[in-house]
């Protein structure tokens, strides 16, 4: 059976859209706020609200589908098998709480494996970041024009100073190298959003050592439509049920930044 993909993207971006109101009207109001596994690790009432709302409607309209959420309320989810709904019900919880802003909705639909809708959203901007596997990437409906190549000492990079403490898999020193050689770092604290802005050229790589689906799911897809490249640190293929390493860049960055974690 063929599935129009258009047509369950129209469906979920006006899910995303209903989800990002809520969370704005949320800000108003007193969050519930408690940690996972450590302090840093917190969710909200609102995570786990918006989560559930979006897997009420996916199994209300599409029952065959599965659901791999953040918070636990959607299913077990070992293989990439059939179409499975990666969610993000908020991406950046930590600027969600302290901020106010710089967080994400971030909902990607995989089948079979293969990515074949992104959608990010930024209530607080008004940006909707969208794509369907070869269609093109948008934000509100204006095409994303293609990445054109670039490299590292032009480029401003994302990176978090916490991976320069003491992560295994990040070598510091070349971290420290790869921080002199860009024209600039930054760091936004929502995965989501920093691959969305590599697409749109705000960014022209990102990389960190570990994200879960839900974290990358959507922005595969976008990344991919542009033109960007998204790959492990070792160079390979993301596994779409797997946690794992991320570096997404524009052509001619990411080749420059695998050396800097190989
Ligand atoms: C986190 C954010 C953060 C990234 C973490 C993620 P969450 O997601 O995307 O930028 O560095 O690895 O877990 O927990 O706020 O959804
Ligand atoms: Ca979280
Ligand atoms: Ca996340
Ligand atoms: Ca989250």
């Given at each position: 059976m063929r599935v129009g993909w258009r047509e369950v993207e129209e469906k979920a971006q006006e899910w995303v859209r209903e989800a990002g109101a809520l969370l704005l009207a949320s800000l108003k109001e007193s969050l519930v706020i408690e940690t996972k596994?450590?302090?840093?690790?917190l969710v909200t009432n609102m995570d786990r609200h918006i989560e559930k709302y979006f897997i009420e409607r996916i199994q209300r309209t599409y029952p065959t589908h599965r659901v791999l959420g953040e918070e636990g309320y959607g299913d077990e989810v070992a293989?990439?098998?059939?179409t499975i709904w990666m969610i993000d019900?908020?991406?950046g919880t930590m600027n969600f709480v302290?901020?106010?802003?710089?967080f994400a909705i971030s909902v990607g639909v995989y089948h079979e494996g293969e990515g074949m809708i992104g959608i990010i959203y930024d209530p607080v901007h008004d940006e909707m970041y969208h794509a369907v596997r070869g269609e093109g990437a948008y934000c509100n409906g204006v095409r994303i024009a293609e990445l054109q190549p670039g490299n590292v000492a032009e480029g401003v990079i994302a990176v978090n100073a916490?991976?320069?403490?003491?992560?295994?898999?990040?070598?510091a020193e070349k971290m420290a190298a790869l921080v002199r050689e860009a024209r600039g770092t930054r760091s936004y604290g929502c995965a989501a959003l920093e691959i969305v802005y590599v697409a749109t050229g705000r960014l022209d790589g990102y990389l960190t050592p570990r994200l879960s689906p839900w974290d990358f799911a959507a922005g595969a897809v976008i990344i991919q439509e542009t033109g960007g490249i998204i790959t492990t640190f070792a160079g390979r293929a993301l596994d779409p049920v797997q946690k794992g390493s991320v570096l997404v860049a524009r052509p001619g960055v990411h080749p420059q930044l695998l050396e800097y974690v190989k």
């Open positions: 596994t450590n302090a840093s690790d293989s990439a098998e059939g019900p908020i991406d302290h901020q106010k802003r710089n916490m991976w320069l403490t003491e992560n295994p898999k990040v070598n």
